[in-house]
């Protein structure tokens, strides 16, 4: 049996001082898209960037592919083939969108990225907007941008931070399918997220949290069972 996409057990995490994780404990298998709810400062993304070494202190055990991770430092993580989208995107402003595109360098350990090609085909508003500057893009236009630079590195898994916040409900729609259309591909993907309509139909499984630590963890076959507990938890 394969090893798990992302295994993480027992993960505490620090910003300085502040203790923020308490013992996260998650599994994610390889195709899988799995959704980590909870109210804002719960440790969502604090989570995936503890994951990929963005954080302060780290103690327990995060294996990617197998492979534990917990002692290496951003860089070689990511050469795992694993990619971060955090929620200010991070675009380079002066450069096109094609630039931008073909900026990342490809992981060593990871498969070929996808190509140009095929990336404009998932993301046509990228193909128009080729050559328009990082800038000039519209936010959705960004955050499609922000993921499809993953693509191109090689990565199989995706660490998504609130792609959906603040956009035009149109654009939403085109994140769904370019999810939906990731999955169908073999990829695996962990999002954050706080759009509860987003998420819901796109996860396979969801995690709830909850003061820096697992609070309910549940199948999408379960989710209307489970409605009454996540709106307590949530507030939704």
Same mark, same amino acid.
């Given at each position: 049996m394969a090893a798990p996409a992302l295994e993480i057990k027992d993960l505490h995490a620090w910003y300085g001082e502040s203790h923020v994780l308490h013992g996260v404990d998650?599994?994610? @298998?390889? &195709?899988?898209?799995?959704?980590?709810?909870?109210?804002?400062?719960? #440790?969502?993304?604090?989570t995936l960037r503890a994951?990929? #070494?963005?954080?302060?202190?780290?103690? &327990?055990?995060? +294996?990617? !592919?197998?492979?534990?991770?917990? &002692?290496?430092?951003?860089h070689r993580i990511a050469?795992?083939?694993?990619? =971060?989208?955090?929620?200010?995107? #991070?675009?380079?402003?002066?450069?096109?969108?094609?630039?931008?595109?073909?900026?990342? *360098?490809?992981?060593?350990g990871a498969g070929p990225g996808m190509p140009v090609d095929e990336i404009y085909a998932m993301f046509p508003n990228l193909a128009e907007r080729r050559n328009s500057q990082g800038t000039r893009l519209s936010g959705g236009e960004q @955050?499609?941008?922000?993921?499809?630079?993953?693509? +191109?590195? &090689?990565?199989?898994?995706l660490?998504?931070?609130?792609?959906?916040?603040?956009?035009? *409900?149109?654009?939403? @729609?085109?994140?769904? +399918?370019?999810?939906?259309?990731? +999955?169908?591909? #073999? =990829?695996?993907?962990?999002?954050?997220? @706080? !759009?509860?309509?987003?998420?819901?139909?796109?996860a396979d499984r969801f995690y709830v949290m909850e003061h820096g630590r697992i609070a309910l963890a549940f199948g999408a076959a379960e989710l209307e069972a489970r409605m009454p507990v996540l709106s307590e938890l949530l507030g939704v």
């Amino acid at each position: 049996m394969a090893a798990p996409a992302l295994e993480i057990k027992d993960l505490h995490a620090w910003y300085g001082e502040s203790h923020v994780l308490h013992g996260v404990d998650m599994v994610v @298998q390889p &195709g899988e898209v799995v959704t980590l709810l909870g109210r804002n400062g719960a #440790g969502r993304t604090t989570t995936l960037r503890a994951v990929m #070494g963005l954080t302060g202190a780290r103690k &327990g055990s995060i +294996r990617i !592919n197998g492979v534990e991770t917990i &002692g290496m430092a951003t860089h070689r993580i990511a050469h795992h083939g694993i990619g =971060y989208c955090p929620e200010e995107r #991070g675009i380079f402003a002066s450069l096109s969108c094609e630039e931008n595109l073909l900026l990342p *360098p490809a992981l060593k350990g990871a498969g070929p990225g996808m190509p140009v090609d095929e990336i404009y085909a998932m993301f046509p508003n990228l193909a128009e907007r080729r050559n328009s500057q990082g800038t000039r893009l519209s936010g959705g236009e960004q @955050q499609m941008l922000a993921v499809a630079r993953i693509l +191109r590195t &090689g990565a199989r898994m995706l660490l998504l931070d609130e792609i959906s916040e603040g956009l035009a *409900p149109v654009i939403v @729609q085109a994140l769904a +399918r370019m999810i939906t259309m990731l +999955r169908s591909k #073999g =990829y695996t993907v962990v999002m954050v997220e @706080q !759009n509860f309509r987003f998420a819901a139909p796109l996860a396979d499984r969801f995690y709830v949290m909850e003061h820096g630590r697992i609070a309910l963890a549940f199948g999408a076959a379960e989710l209307e069972a489970r409605m009454p507990v996540l709106s307590e938890l949530l507030g939704v």
